[in-house]
């Protein structure tokens, strides 16, 4: 589905950002996308060469809004944070979505950010997908608590060089045990690059567009 190529304004300057809209007229679900770190930079089309927001831009319809912005170099998705949210809320605000379906998702250095967004904002999310990324080291277990009522996809290559296994394997551990509902799925010949075979799962879609935010309860 053809994709525009949007700017969102902040007090840290301009957000440039990729969006699609559903295939419906009734409110959708929303799918938020944070790029890995060789994406950043001024040109937004390197976005559309692989991963989700090719697989988005390759479809003929989609039944979920998408947004993707786009980093300046230097910059990660934890230093804009803030901006990213701001960004949601004028989506929900300006645009047919339900706001208890949105999906957040991250790619290596996005998926660092989309656990930081989604452990800062627990309440916001009905479901985290993370690939090929580990969870900040500056988010402390307390937070991770805080994910337990967020379903989560995490996706690993088995011959990734940059990413442990067993680092992945302790953070499913720590999730499931204080009750939280993970899916940890290794892709055996998988390296680093796993994108394009991850979001083109049918599985995947139809779970990106299956699940409701839960009643948030705080402990």
Do not use: C
């Not at 060789?38 to 060469?49: A, C, E, P, S, W």
């Not at 994108?195 to 567009?209: G, N, R």
């Amino acid at each position: 589905m053809p994709v525009e190529k949007r700017s969102h304004d902040t007090s840290n300057g301009s957000l440039p950002y990729i969006f699609s809209s559903a295939n419906t007229n009734q409110p959708a679900p929303l799918v938020l996308f944070l790029h890995g770190a060789r994406d950043r930079g001024t040109d937004i089309n390197v976005l559309l060469k692989w991963g989700l927001p090719h697989f988005v831009d390759s479809s003929e319809s989609l039944p979920y809004v998408f947004v993707a912005p786009q980093l300046p170099e230097g910059q990660t998705w934890v230093d804009r944070a803030d901006d990213v949210i701001a960004l949601l809320d004028e989506l929900i605000a300006s645009q047919p979505i339900d706001a208890s379906r949105v999906i957040l998702s991250g790619f290596s250095l996005g998926t660092a950010g989309a656990w930081h967004i989604a452990a800062s904002h627990p309440g916001r999310f009905a479901g985290l997908v993370a690939v090929s990324g580990r969870v900040p080291k500056t988010l402390e277990e307390s937070q991770l608590t805080a994910l337990k009522e967020i379903p989560i996809q995490i996706f690993q290559g088995g011959k990734d060089e940059k990413l442990s296994i067993d680092d992945a394997q302790h953070i499913v551990d720590t999730l499931r045990g204080v009750g939280g509902t993970i899916d940890f799925t290794v892709l055996p010949d998988g390296d680093h690059f796993i994108a394009d075979e991850v979001y083109s799962k049918p599985e995947l879609q139809q779970w990106l567009v299956s699940q409701t935010r839960r009643t948030f309860v705080i402990a």
